[in-house]
């Protein structure tokens, strides 16, 4: 089925910077449509994992396939035409700060396409739109929009190219709860309408329950368990234990299940 369809493989992947060993033998699979939340205590390395899967980082070992292809294995044309397939939200947006918010939903239409002005500007205000940000925002600067205009901003960039995947890192730090709330909402809404996978490196649990469909859990230097809250409320292991059914983790469930009962 098409759920089942595996979008993103990583096999025996290690990470090492110096003598610190970040991941060894990790192993994910990704599939096609859902939302997958990653977590993990502290140096675990969620992000260095989003950035080698998306090639700013190169592992020390092991395989990372990404359509079907091996992205270590591809010449530089091939690449790029792999990365304009996926789109990726770095921390508060990281936008480029002497650009307006059009222009930097711009960036990778000029790095990867060949378009005229005007239809740029078009594609722009779409993207803009899409994300829920008001038209006159697009000529703003990011140093002019609030923490949370920039996430979308930086959102509407990366979907810029009408990517099947998106990278999420951190997407609700720093959001207040109704922003950070709004922004999920914003994310299960457009993954839903544009058929998206959504790769999610976050600590909130409020967004594990309310979008993810899997999570997987870094710990000992690799994926230790994969699946639905359910699934890892039942596992039986010191973080994840207390990470899930801690008074966090408990008031992020009575939050769902109240949010469930005021819609039926």
Known sequence: MAGEDVIISVRGLRNQFGPQVVHD?????????????????????????????????????????????????????????????????????????????????????????????????????????????????????????????????????????????????????????????AFDDLIRRLQGSLGLTVFMVTHDLDSLYAICDRIAVLAEKRVIVSGTIDELIAFDHPWVRDYFQGPRGQAAAARRDRGRGGGS
């Open 25 to 181: 033998g990790l192993d994910l699979d990704v599939r096609r449509g859902e939302v997958i939340g990653i977590v993990g205590g502290s140096g675990t390395g969620k992000s260095v994992l989003l950035r080698s899967i998306v090639g700013l980082n190169r592992p020390v070992a092991g395989r990372i396939e990404v359509f079907g292809q091996d992205l270590m294995a591809l010449d530089e044309p091939a690449r790029r035409r792999q990365e304009q397939r996926w789109g990726v939200l770095f921390q508060d947006g990281a936008l480029f700060s002497s650009l307006t918010v059009t222009e930097n939903v711009q960036v990778p239409m000029r790095e990867h396409l060949d378009l005229p002005p005007r239809l740029m500007d078009e594609l722009a205000a779409l993207k803009i739109g899409l994300v829920g940000l008001p038209a006159e925002a697009g000529g703003k600067l990011p140093g002019q929009l609030s923490g949370g205009m920039r996430k979308r901003a930086g959102l509407a960039r990366a979907l810029g190219l009408d990517p099947e995947i998106v990278f999420l890192d951190e997407p609700t730090a720093g959001l207040d709860p109704i922003g950070a709330a």
